[in-house]
């Protein structure tokens, strides 16, 4: 009977300490991206936050500079949205492929560094959100990417198409990383 009270205490020491521990860094995956409220990201630079829906230039090796997001994840394109400006990605698509979209309450993209401003537009997806366009392209994040830098989606067929990075003028690079 004691030692039956003792395992019982021991397993509930143990599962109290489980709950009450918590972990110090944060999860940092691709999905992440597509629960986390936009309007809520930022990067902090030396100039000041950079919101999330920001579109700018990074490095990526192998490929060099091409549109990230305001977080440095990298932006894609799907080529059967055949630079029409409107998205074909739904469902599992948007799943894997998170459209890059504008917060509620914000109406205008953000064009950061050595993005120009006049290829940047927007388009209405069918679930209400307002997604980024560069040079007719929806944009889109990848799952598959952890950190700021990767571009692991670039020329993969996923989803029923093509995926690439564009670079500054609005230009598919199919090259592989």
């Known amino acids: 009977m004691r030692k039956a009270a003792v395992v019982s205490l021991l397993t509930l020491g143990c599962m109290l300490s489980a709950c009450s521990s918590s972990s110090s860094s944060p999860a940092t995956t691709g999905a992440a991206v597509t629960t986390t409220s936009a309007a809520a990201v930022t990067t ?22 091409v549109l990230v997001a305001g977080n440095g994840f990298t932006l894609y394109m799907f080529v059967p949205d055949k630079q029409s400006g409107t998205s074909t990605c739904y469902g599992p698509c948007a799943q894997a492929w998170p459209p890059l979209d504008l917060p509620t309450g914000v109406t205008k993209p953000v064009a950061g560094a050595g993005v120009n401003a006049s290829l940047l537009t927007t388009t209405k997806r069918t679930d209400g959100t307002t997604e980024l366009v560069y040079n007719g392209w929806p944009l889109y994040l990848w799952a598959g990417d952890s950190t700021p830098g990767q571009a692991t989606g670039q020329a993969i067929n996923n989803n029923g198409g093509l995926w690439y990075v564009l670079n500054a003028a609005g230009r598919v690079i199919t090259t592989k990383p």
Request: charged share 20%.
């Open 44 to 65: 902090t630079t030396a100039s000041g936050p950079t919101p999330f829906y920001e579109v700018k230039l990074g490095k990526v090796p192998g490929l060099g500079e």
